[in-house]
């Protein structure tokens, strides 16, 4: 049965009438941003009127707010993820620069942060609730007004940017039959950010069968005869020969679609498949790793070392880089965390598989400390939590504890000064995920799902 998010229990939030009660509304001006000073920014102070032709992201948070914090990973998130393409993140704290820069730096966040101790924006854009996360389009007027964990959509519609994995998919095929790279390389890695681990690629194939049937008003082809009905084909190696084909032989394209159709997976790892792409396609190089330190984007280099195949030079190069270390040892911990907790969800939350006794159970929940949850239609499971950020679904938690944990112990060896051991990472996370595994059962007991009546 499908589930979808109702809504997400934020725990600690305001009511909604206090959060909208005095704010501006979606397609009103947005009131000026000012502050007295700002973190993180080189140049002029930023304006809206200087931001225009942007999408602005206004979060208003402070280091004395829990839900703020737990959130605030996020939207550095979506300050990395879209700056180069068209988005400006100003993350808006009443607290005076003493206090905010110390925890920046302790937290390795790099997007701008401005002090406005004197409340002129927070009292201009009547927050009282907080975080509040606002989004202003390139016009200057207000897009949404919301919480930081509903922010992602409205950026990527304020931006123009597509975001189903289906669509994506399509953009990047279509991408190889460019000849310049970068094409190709902006489709990848848009596809890598949001493709699922569970894609319908059988629909995903029945729906360009469909569409070219209606185009040529001809009766819809006959199932290929080439695997037997019943049997799921090996998706992967498909979609490799139908990328070969796509560019400029129609007559193999659709025969590989046919394939598919007839009997590809429903439940395709795309995002599995769309990371194997981009490291054949754009291993990670010594120039690239060299932009990225310069930029002091460490998180994506330590995405890259993880996704992207590099040679041993670049690992080696990576481990002498001391601000990259820094920044590891920083982060090492909480991405451990992340999948020790994405694994107590995993194992035991989306189950219903908790802990019986009362005891246990709230000390299971202290330890899980989750910032919301989603639930089901019927409301009887929860099928979405909130870690680190970002609302990870059920579907998607083996995807989180696998990002998370290569993460941690890439950034284990980098934080030693040692080259992180990429070659062998799987056989590493296999190791500690099991480690995990043990520690959690030895004081929760071993997950057992309850019977539902």
């Known amino acids: 049965m499908s589930l979808r998010v109702l809504g997400v229990v934020s725990l600690g939030f305001a009511t909604a ?14 009131p000026a941003v000012v502050a007295t000073a700002w973190l993180n920014w080189q140049g002029d102070a930023p304006t809206l009127a200087q931001q225009k032709g942007r999408v602005v992201l206004l979060e208003f948070w402070g280091t004395w707010c829990g839900p703020c914090v737990r959130a605030m990973p996020g939207i550095q998130k979506l300050h990395d993820r879209y700056h180069d393409r068209g988005l400006t993140v100003l993350a808006i704290s009443y607290e005076t620069p003493d206090v905010l820069q110390p925890f920046l730096a302790k937290n390795a966040w790099s997007m701008p942060v401005g002090s406005d101790p004197d409340k002129k924006t927070v009292a201009a854009y009547g927050i009282r609730s907080w975080p509040t996360t606002i989004v202003i389009d390139k016009d200057g007027n207000v897009a949404h007004v919301g919480s930081p964990y509903d922010a992602e959509t409205a950026v990527e519609k304020a931006l123009g940017l597509e975001a189903g994995a289906a669509a994506l998919l399509d953009l990047y095929l279509d991408s190889l039959a460019q000849p310049a790279k970068d094409a190709q390389r902006d489709a990848l890695q848009r596809l890598l950010e949001k493709a699922p681990p569970d894609f319908d690629l059988q629909a995903w194939a029945k729906s360009h069968l469909a569409a070219e049937t209606v185009g040529e ?3 819809p082809a006959a199932p290929t005869t080439g695997k037997p009905a019943g049997k799921t084909a090996d998706g992967k190696d498909l979609l490799r020969r139908c990328a070969q084909a796509w560019p400029g032989n129609t007559a193999q394209r659709d025969q590989v679609l046919k394939q598919l159709g007839d009997g590809g997976p429903s439940e395709f790892d795309l995002a599995g498949y769309a990371q194997e792409a981009f490291a054949k396609a754009f291993p990670f190089d010594a120039a690239e790793l060299k932009s990225l330190l310069q930029g002091k984007k460490y998180g994506a280099v330590v995405e890259a070392l993880c996704q992207r195949a590099p040679a041993a030079a670049v690992l080696a190069t990576a481990a002498k880089n001391q601000d990259l270390a820094g920044f590891c040892k920083s982060k090492a911990g909480d991405a451990r965390t992340m999948a020790k907790k994405g694994l107590m969800a995993r194992l035991w939350v989306f189950p219903g598989a908790l802990p019986r006794d009362e005891q246990v159970n709230s000390k299971f929940f202290g ?4 910032s919301g949850m989603a639930m089901s239609e019927d409301k009887k499971s929860i099928v979405g939590l909130l870690l680190g950020g970002e609302m990870v679904k059920k579907g998607q938690v083996d995807a989180f504890v696998k990002s998370q944990l290569t993460a941690a112990l890439v ?3 980098l934080g030693a000064g040692k080259p992180p051991r990429t070659r062998e990472l799987m056989q590493l996370f296999d190791k500690e995920r099991s480690a995990i595994v043990r520690d959690l059962e030895s004081r929760y007991g071993k997950p057992e799902p309850r019977e539902t009546k």
């Open 411 to 413: 950034m284990e060896d």
């Open 217 to 219: 008003g001809a009766s």
């Open 367 to 370: 330890e899980l400390s989750i």
């Open 17 to 30: 009438a206090a959060v909208f009660g005095q704010q501006p509304t979606v397609g009103s001006p947005a």
